[in-house]
């Protein structure tokens, strides 16, 4: 996993750490599912952040509340466990409030309830090493802004349209993504995520026939 641009996430690994663990917990911990209780409640502790690791952190301001913290930590998770090495969809889907949506906005496509984890082995079937270089982290009370890109490689299948499927050929990926994380009361409310899917189909070796389009009237 990467979450910054400098260095290997390995090293950041902490960043996504689950059931209180710290960052010196290993991967296999650090991913361990999360579970819902009867009742709908969330038996995982809260994440956390070490200093070092939020020194680590491209933030455009270091000065963050407590409240800030932890938000931060619960997104961060959610990254971790929507890796390719190591994808977590319960702890995904929990982190959500019973509520909560995951918008894919330039798809048009909205993720509620247990939808919420589709995502997340979809991307994988495209990219079997998917993963987020975190470039821009900006935290506002209850708002987190990030710009990242989503990268992998293409190794899996991509549904066409027009039916099929457009193999993995071996191709990097490399798609400028916009996402906004809304959370009240450590769980996601909303998070909207605005993909570059003309850059990433680009990537994939999928372009769009402009001259059929243009050609039409």
Known sequence: MKLLSRKSITAATALAVLGGLSIAAVPSEAAS???????????TAAPTLTARQLAELPLTDRHLTKREKANLAIVLRDYYV???????????????????????????????GDALGNALP????LFSDVHRDLKRITVNGDTISI????QGTFDGQLPAPTGGFVKGNGQKVDAPT??????????????NCFVGYSKMYSDMGVNFDWSSAANKH
């Open 33 to 43: 599912p999360a579970h819902r209780k009867a009742g709908g409640h969330d038996d």
């Open 82 to 112: 929507a890796e390719g090495a190591h994808i977590d969809v319960p702890t995904f889907v929990n982190s959500f409030a019973k509520d909560g949506v995951f918008n894919d906005m330039v798809a048009g496509q909205a993720y509620r």
């Open 122 to 125: 979809y991307m994988k079937g």
């Open 147 to 150: 710009e990242l890109s989503i």
């Open 178 to 191: 916009a996402d906004f994380w809304y959370l009240k009361n450590g769980k996601v409310t909303a998070f």
